[in-house]
């Protein structure tokens, strides 16, 4: 997420933000095993995870993929 996160930064999560609104805010996402902090955009029939570092592409899942998301918090 640098440069708005970088790696060894600490963050407040609020964990009672258990709904990702598509807004593009920053959540902490878990899928199984991995987590991830990344903006969340809900488009109509996927979801894409965004990092701000350019270097990484979104993630876009689908609407039944997205099922399997736990948003963490915000």
Known sequence: MAPTISDGDQMLVDFSKKE???DDKIYLVQNGESVWVKRVRKVWDYVELISDNESYR???ITADEAQNLQIIGR
């Open 58 to 60: 979104p993630i876009r």
């Open 20 to 22: 990702a609104r598509g």
